[in-house]
């Protein structure tokens, strides 16, 4: 197990068009969550899961942003009609269902998003 | 309003001095106190972590931390910094029966050899 990896590591799109990030969350952690980190400021809550369940949602989690764990393994997290306010470092973690959050979570090294 | 705050943007020191860097928070509920370290680029790295207990806890990398809730603060401190220390740091917040985190804005750590 190598850890919580994300894919791309950098993305450059053009504003107004659709992204799409990948997480795989290391294998025996039924938790998943996904922030958003802009510069100089620090990871802030979008929304987490637990299995295939999305358990909370962030406000900052807009209508153009969508999350999905279909089989409770890997998640996709969705921008539809990209903003330039959306670049931003898109941080995913994962840990045991049974501590969550308080047992520290196991982050990934991150999807970078520029929008020009 | 639940929130952490770490009042040095960025702190400078020379290899071998010793390192405090601070953090005081505002929580509604019994908090669970992080510090994470961040490389550029990278992600975040859990340094250490209280629940309950002894208010003094050691973490990795030679790193301790202090919980002293009559001064809602939960410092990061070190001994001796190694120029490989240089990174960003956060402080975090959770508990409460919420399963996410409030951080920092971070301090950045600079070490001059």
């Known amino acids: 197990d190598t850890g919580v990896s994300q894919d791309p590591r950098h993305k450059i799109t053009k504003r107004g068009q659709n992204v799409t990030f990948r997480c795989d969350p290391i294998?025996?952690?039924?938790?998943l969550y996904w922030y958003r980190q802009t510069l100089g400021q620090g990871p802030e809550f979008l929304t987490y899961?637990?299995?295939?369940?999305?358990?909370?949602k962030s406000r900052l989690l807009s209508d153009r942003f969508s999350a999905e764990r279909p089989k409770g393994s890997f998640s996709t997290l969705e921008i539809q009609r990209t903003e330039q306010g959306d670049s931003a470092m898109y941080l995913c973690?994962?840990?045991?269902?049974?501590?969550?959050?308080?047992?520290?979570?196991?982050f990934g090294s991150g999807t970078r998003l520029t929008v020009v | 309003a639940q929130s952490v705050t770490q009042p040095d943007i960025h702190i400078t020191v020379s290899e071998g001095a010793s390192l405090e860097l601070r953090c005081n928070y505002s929580?509604?509920?019994?908090?669970?106190l992080f510090w994470y370290v961040q490389s550029p680029g990278q992600g975040l790295q859990l340094l250490l972590k209280?629940?309950?207990?002894?208010?003094l806890v050691q973490g990795i990398k030679g790193f301790e931390a202090e919980f002293k809730r009559s001064q809602s603060s939960f410092n990061l401190r070190k001994p001796s910094v190694h120029w490989s220390d240089a990174a960003e740091y956060f402080c975090?917040?959770?508990?409460?029966?919420?399963?996410?985190?409030?951080f920092g804005t971070g301090t950045r750590l600079q070490v001059f050899p």
């Open positions: 294998s025996e952690h039924n938790r």
């Open positions: 899961f637990q299995n295939e369940a999305q358990l909370e």
């Open positions: 209280y629940f309950s207990g002894d208010t």
């Open positions: 973690a994962s840990s045991p269902h049974f501590r969550g959050a308080n047992y520290g979570y196991t």
């Open positions: 929580y509604g509920a019994t908090p669970y």
């Open positions: 975090a917040v959770g508990g409460g029966g919420t399963d996410k985190l409030i």
